[in-house]
């Protein structure tokens, strides 16, 4: 890239941060392809990978807002870092969240998938669950079909989806937000699912 080219861009960012937003709009039709196609090169899903994009530039525009941009002349490598963060992001929940077996995403639900429980652990797991179906029942219709899908007919989100004729990303944000009210929904019983 050439220095006029570099210091254009700056000088667009500079722009955007006092308030022409039509600064950001030469920006992104300046890059939109390049990073869009680096997206799905990485997702290989026009839906997931215009998600991401969009996200992208959702943190962008939030991070020039609160004028935390200081990569002075390298704004298209700071938009490709941001949007190959995502895609890990992405890898990672989707890759936790099939059976749910891996900690940090949602613990409480990773004793469902722990096949060397004793009698006593096996016990209190069915205990849990009476526990987790009565919470779950609290959850809005659409969350609560995804979750009951999810985890306990192991269903993919694509059959999810299929079923509920939604796309992927709606039954995905479902899940997303069942998670959320669902934590929401804990704390307000102060039930302990763990055993």
Not at 25 to 38: A, D, M, P, T, V
Not at 158 to 186: C, F, P
């Amino acid at each position: 890239m050439n220095r006029k080219k570099i210091s254009s861009e700056a000088t667009l960012v500079k722009s955007y941060m006092a308030g022409e937003e039509q600064a950001l709009s030469i920006l992104i039709n300046r890059h939109e392809q390049k990073i869009y196609s680096f997206i799905f090169s990485k997702v290989y899903d026009k839906d997931l990978a215009e998600d991401i994009f969009q996200d992208t530039f959702i943190k962008v525009i939030n991070t020039l807002k609160r004028g935390k941009y200081n990569e002075e002349g390298k704004f298209l490598p700071w938009v490709m870092r941001i949007a190959h963060n995502l895609v890990i992001d992405h890898f990672r929940k989707s890759s936790r969240m099939p059976k749910f077996e891996s900690k940090g995403d949602f613990e409480i639900l990773d004793f469902l998938t722990d096949g060397t429980l004793n009698a006593e652990k096996q016990i209190i797991k069915s205990q849990i669950e009476m526990d987790l179906h009565e919470l779950i029942k609290e959850l809005p219709e659409d969350q609560h079909d995804v979750l009951q899908m999810r985890i306990f007919k192991e269903m993919s989100f694509k059959e999810i989806a299929l079923k509920t004729d939604v796309s992927i990303n709606t039954a995905l944000g479902r899940m997303r937000y069942a998670l959320i009210n669902l934590r929401k929904i804990i704390e307000k019983h102060q039930v302990v699912l763990t055993n």
